[in-house]
């Protein structure tokens, strides 16, 4: 029976589903191990499958939103979710989320691109990757200074 495929269609073979396995495997590894998250490597993998952009993006996102879950649950089994506070950042984040997304919405109708959306985002990835460290470095040398021994590991049990 064969099944006539047209273009962004995912054609689902032996192939695809080792890509795939190995994939999981190694985004699973890279997310839990070194914190990043399953859409770096993900969605540039999917495109390259030829899935179109947006499929590929709300893969990775409810990939994210699902390892999400499963973190949220792990930290309650163990008792160790401030509730406060995860509410408070949940409020925040909820009403963040309106105005980014009313501004994405905004810059791709007057510029006319979706592109744009990539370029903000691959700023901010820059300013972070750049920023974070360095403040980090600059408040790590101010606790060395304050007699913090920085190399000591302690018990979160």
């Not at 495997?25 to 998250?37: E, H, K």
Request: aromatic share 10%.
């Amino acid at each position: 029976m064969k099944y006539p495929f047209v273009q962004g269609e995912f054609e689902l073979n032996i192939c695809a589903i080792i890509k795939l396995a190995v994939l999981g495997f190694a985004s699973g590894i890279l997310n839990s191990g070194f914190g990043l998250g399953s859409t770096f490597v993900v969605n540039p993998v999917l495109i390259a499958m030829n899935l179109p952009p947006l499929v590929a993006g709300a893969t990775g996102s409810f990939m994210a939103m699902m390892n999400n879950l499963a973190s949220t649950i792990a930290v309650i089994c163990f008792k160790r979710l401030n509730l406060p506070y995860a509410a408070i950042i949940a409020i925040m984040a909820a009403i963040g989320a309106v105005p980014g997304v009313l501004n994405s919405f905004y810059l791709v109708k007057r510029t006319g691109r979706k592109s744009i959306t990539v370029a903000i985002l691959l700023f901010w990835l820059v300013v972070l990757l750049v920023g974070h460290p360095t403040i980090s470095i600059i408040v790590l040398m101010r606790k060395t200074a304050d007699g913090f021994y920085a190399m000591t590991f302690t018990s979160f049990c």
